[in-house]
Structures are given as C-alpha cells and as structure tokens.
C-alpha cells in the first residue's frame, strides 16, 4: 500500500476525519491508500517489557502487527488527530506506543527501513500558542520509528463542534495546497526508488 492515512480521532465525521478526506482528494493519481483506525482497532497497551529490544518482534498479539507492516511498506503517512490534554486520544497514544518493537529494530537491531515522508494534521478546541507542541513532538517520534520524515503539518485553533471545519474554506483551502506537495513529493520519491532498483 503506497499511502497511510491514520485517522486518529474515536469521533466518525468529526473534523480530523473531514481534514484528512480533504487532504486525500489531492492524491491525483496515487490509488493505493488505506486508512486505519486505531479506535476500531484491536490495540493492547504496551506493557514496557523490552522483549522487543531483543526480537524486534512484539509480545502481543492484535492488530497492531498488521499495522506495523502497512507503515514500514508505505511510501506516506498522513495522521490527522485532534489534540486530547495536549496530546493525542488514547487510542491513537496507544496505538503508538506498540510502535516500539520498530524503534527497537531500528536502534537496537540496526535495521534499515525504506525512505517515506509522513504529514501530520491536526485540531483543538482552543487558541493557545502551545496548542500543538505535544501532537507535533510525539508525532516527529512516532514517524522516525519506521524511517518516516517528518515533512509538514497543517494545525487548526477553535474548532470543537463535530465537522464544523467544513464551514471553514481557508482551512480546507490550506489542507489542499499542502496535500498537493506532499503527494508531490511521494510521486518523487517514488521516481527515485525505483531508480535505485533499477540500478542494483
Ligand atoms: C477528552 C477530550 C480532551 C480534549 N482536550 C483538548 C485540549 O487539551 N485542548 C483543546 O484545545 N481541545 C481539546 N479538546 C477538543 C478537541 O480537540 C476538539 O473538539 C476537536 O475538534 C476534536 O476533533 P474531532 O472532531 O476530529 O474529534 C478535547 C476534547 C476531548 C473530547
């Protein structure tokens, strides 16, 4: 599957949802997306046992696995998620936290995963400046655990009411022209890895 769409909010049509269906109109000729759900996922909470560190594989056994696989095999991801206390619903903070045995395969094992570009997305209720200093930290984490640039983000202030932002043209009018780089981006990055197959 060539792009990731995480759709990290538990509400259906509420305005993550309406953002990330936005920003994927843009796609032009990309077909292959898939979008998960962590808050209808199977996802059991990371229990820290390190048995990763080891086996790169994760003691548990859920949806997460298959999961795993669609991210190191993608080319993008984009994650659209509202802010929570200043980080991310628990669905999606869980979801990342299994992310740990690719982190352990990365930095502990040394593996080597494919280049891929990742967009983060995101909405709160309030105004402050610090809004998205959480959603953003954890996101540039969550993303380099498989080798995934952190390469733009679009936030929004004040939005609370479930789609509201639809009534927002700037905002959709904003998503859409980074949507149009990012795919860009992913069609370039495409280019140049299949340069490289073809040169070894
Ligand atoms: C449990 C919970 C915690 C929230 N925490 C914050 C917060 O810390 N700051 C904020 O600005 N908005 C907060 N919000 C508001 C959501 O970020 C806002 O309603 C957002 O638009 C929801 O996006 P959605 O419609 O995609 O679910 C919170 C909402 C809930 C339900």
Redesign the pocket.
């Known amino acids: 599957m060539e792009i990731i769409a995480i759709m990290g909010?538990p509400?259906r049509g509420?305005?993550?949802?309406v953002l990330l269906d936005e920003f994927l109109r843009e796609r032009g000729k990309i077909q292959e997306v898939k979008t998960l759900i962590p808050a209808q996922m199977d996802i059991g909470f990371c229990r820290g046992c390190r048995s990763c560190e080891s086996t790169g594989h994760c003691v548990l056994s859920d949806d997460m696995q298959g999961a795993a696989d669609l991210l190191m095999g993608c080319k993008g991801v984009i994650l659209s998620a509202?802010?929570?206390?200043?980080g991310f619903p628990a669905s999606m903070k869980a979801f990342i936290d299994r992310m740990q045995f690719l982190w352990s395969r990365k930095y502990f094992l040394k593996k080597q995963f494919e280049e891929k570009k990742g967009f983060l997305l995101s909405?709160?209720?309030?105004r402050g400046k610090r809004?998205f200093e959480g959603v953003k930290l954890t996101t540039r984490y969550f993303f380099d655990s498989f080798g995934c640039e952190y390469s733009g983000d679009a936030f929004f202030r004040g939005?609370?009411r479930?789609g509201e932002i639809a009534q927002c043209g700037e905002c959709l009018q904003e998503v859409r022209i980074k949507a149009t780089d990012f795919f860009t981006s992913i069609i370039k990055l495409r280019g140049a890895a299949g340069e490289r197959s073809e040169n070894t």
């Open positions: 909010s509400r509420g305005n993550c949802e509202p802010v929570f206390f200043y909405v709160g209720a309030t809004l939005f609370d479930k």
